[in-house]
């Protein structure tokens, strides 16, 4: 497949840049780079690399470099993040514009994955394989007696975190399950396992709980933890965990289109609600801040986690932050 450009074929000197946050988790930074090389086979005309904002390495300006060094004369950049907040409105877009300026290579910025009906069907996936194969088949009556407990990252932007529950909606609703719930793994609130302990209480005989994340981690290891504090307290119910997006094809399909958008020049974000654009309320003090990224000093700062090498256990959890090694916006 082939990005076109004005109803035909862009030259062969266009690359695609993926830009992820990073993680100090092995595991995360090996599925990131795997989804890149899915995207890959997709765009085989297309020389494409991928970096990081921080915590692992390439970072996102050795990626660029890459590009420019097998010959691309102008790149897509499209961000390897879910919602808009902080990141893809700020960090990314004032790193790519730097570099940019500093090298003369066009750069068009792509929006992110959002809400899309792709990635409703890829977590729509990922939700029914976890279910009963009789229920995932569409089968027997249980399905409405089970409650999705959807987990989003957690932002300090209330329109990324909107989206999340506008997913857990979708969802519930297109697999006709019971009922739904949102929660997120940090920053904002219901915290994960304050928002399963209420759903217990609502009667419902399965609870499926869903980390609407695209990679493993700290995050989702701290998911895993809560449920299974949850389900050990109730063993009469039947708690389940879905596994996060990854490398579905659908959510591959979402990252090509965007590229496809950008080029188009129809890859506007949906700023309706923005706090920086909007006074939006409880955030009016956000509006109209200049756009900056909050990374420049510490790109590819520190090295992999060597405690866990494959599922992240986040037994060092609290070892981590009282070292300072966790990401903050407080620096």
């Known amino acids: 497949m082939e990005l076109r450009w004005e109803g035909g074929p862009h030259p062969a000197n266009l690359g695609v840049m993926v830009c992820g946050h990073g993680s100090r988790n092995p595991k995360a930074v090996a599925e990131f780079a795997q989804l890149t ?16 904002l921080e915590f692992a390495h390439p970072v996102i300006p050795a990626g660029l470099d890459r590009l420019r060094s097998v010959g691309v004369k102008q790149v897509v950049a499209v961000p390897g993040m879910l919602f808009a907040a902080g990141h893809v409105k700020n960090d990314i877009p004032a790193l790519l514009n730097r570099y940019s300026a500093a090298t003369g290579l066009p750069i068009s910025y792509g929006r992110e994955l959002g809400m899309d009906a792709r990635m409703v069907r890829a977590a729509a996936a990922r939700i029914t394989a976890a279910l009963p194969p009789e229920e995932a088949r ?23 975190n909107g989206n999340v529950a506008k997913i857990t909606r979708m969802l519930v609703e297109g697999l006709g399950l019971g009922w739904g719930e949102t929660c997120y793994a940090g920053v904002t609130f219901p915290q994960v ?8 209480g609502l009667g419902y005989r399965r609870i499926v709980v869903f980390p609407y994340f ?13 449920v299974d504090r949850v389900a050990a307290d ?10 996060y997006l990854s490398d579905h094809p ?5 990252f090509r289109a965007r590229a496809q958008e950008a080029l188009e020049g129809n890859n506007a974000m949906n700023c309706a609600l923005c ?48 070292k300072a090694y966790r990401h903050s916006h407080h620096h």
Do not use: M, W
């Open 234 to 243: 109730h063993p009469q119910l039947d708690i389940r965990k879905a596994s």
């Open 138 to 160: 569409g089968e027997g009556n249980l399905v409405r007696d089970t409650l999705l407990v959807v987990v989003g990252r957690g932002s300090r932007d209330p329109d990324a």
């Open 214 to 226: 695209l990679f493993s981690g700290v995050l989702v290891s701290r998911i895993h933890r809560a």
């Open 193 to 200: 396992e304050d928002c399963l302990r209420r759903a217990v």
């Open 275 to 322: 706090k920086y654009r909007t006074q939006v309320l409880g955030f009016e003090n956000d509006h109209g801040a200049p756009q900056q990224s909050h990374h420049h000093h510490h790109e590819g700062l520190g090295e992999p986690c060597t405690l866990c090498p494959g599922d992240c256990t986040g037994a060092c959890e609290e070892d981590v932050k009282a």
């Open 37 to 52: 090389t899915g995207l890959a086979r997709l765009l085989p005309h297309h020389p494409l690399a991928y970096g990081y």
């Open 250 to 254: 659908l959510v591959l399909d979402t």
